[in-house]
């Protein structure tokens, strides 16, 4: 089996509860959301980074379409360009991931999800055989919802961390 693998790093969303700021620009502790995703699929053959063009060199950047139509838009674009056989798909708002959660998502193989601590999955950070994926995203994947397009290829369930498992969604969420 070939063990390479890709990223999709979806930073294209709104930001519309934290008041339309590009979340990949928010910091926290000191650090770029977009930064910590960077570093959490480091070990990936390409990362294919879905939102507006930053000056951050090594990734390959695209748009969904429509831009703003929602998370399945943004999968549908960057599987576009993966060419591995797996690929890693984390949300840019999850500071929590790391290398060492993308890590354990890889070790039990493909399809594998991050749960929180409630069972509840975490379906913008996991790991997929490409093709599956590829098949699973509709043709118009605008405002589709990940569950319905993830959900029935079964994937297995990783507990996460609550650090892991948390995301930037409001300033409340930036303050804790």
């Known amino acids: 089996m070939d063990?390479?693998?890709?990223?999709?790093?979806?930073?294209?969303?709104?930001?519309?509860?934290?008041?339309?700021?590009?979340?990949?620009?928010v910091e926290v502790g000191g650090r770029t959301l977009l930064d910590r995703a960077l570093d959490a699929v480091r070990g990936a053959r390409r990362v294919v980074v879905v939102g507006p063009e930053k000056p951050v060199p090594g990734?390959?950047?695209?748009?969904?379409?429509?831009?703003g139509g929602g998370p399945v838009a943004g999968l549908a674009a960057g599987l576009a360009l993966v060419t591995a056989p797996r690929v890693v798909v984390l949300a840019v708002d999850q500071p929590g991931v790391g290398a060492g959660t993308v890590a354990r998502l890889l070790a039990v193989g493909a399809p594998a999800v991050l749960v929180d601590a409630d069972g509840r999955e975490q379906w913008l950070t996991g790991v997929w055989r490409t093709a599956d994926l590829r098949a699973a995203v509709p043709a118009d994947p605008k405002d589709k919802s990940m569950r319905s397009v993830v959900g029935p290829l079964q994937p297995v369930r990783v507990?996460?961390?609550?650090?892991?498992?948390?995301?930037?969604?409001?300033?409340?969420?930036?303050?804790?």
């Open 159 to 176: 507990k996460g961390s609550p650090e892991e498992t948390s995301d930037v969604d409001t300033p409340g969420d930036l303050g804790r």
């Open 59 to 67: 990734v390959v950047w695209t748009r969904e379409d429509p831009p």
């Open 3 to 25: 063990d390479a693998w890709d990223a999709v790093v979806l930073a294209g969303g709104r930001g519309s509860r934290l008041g339309g700021v590009d979340k990949a620009a």
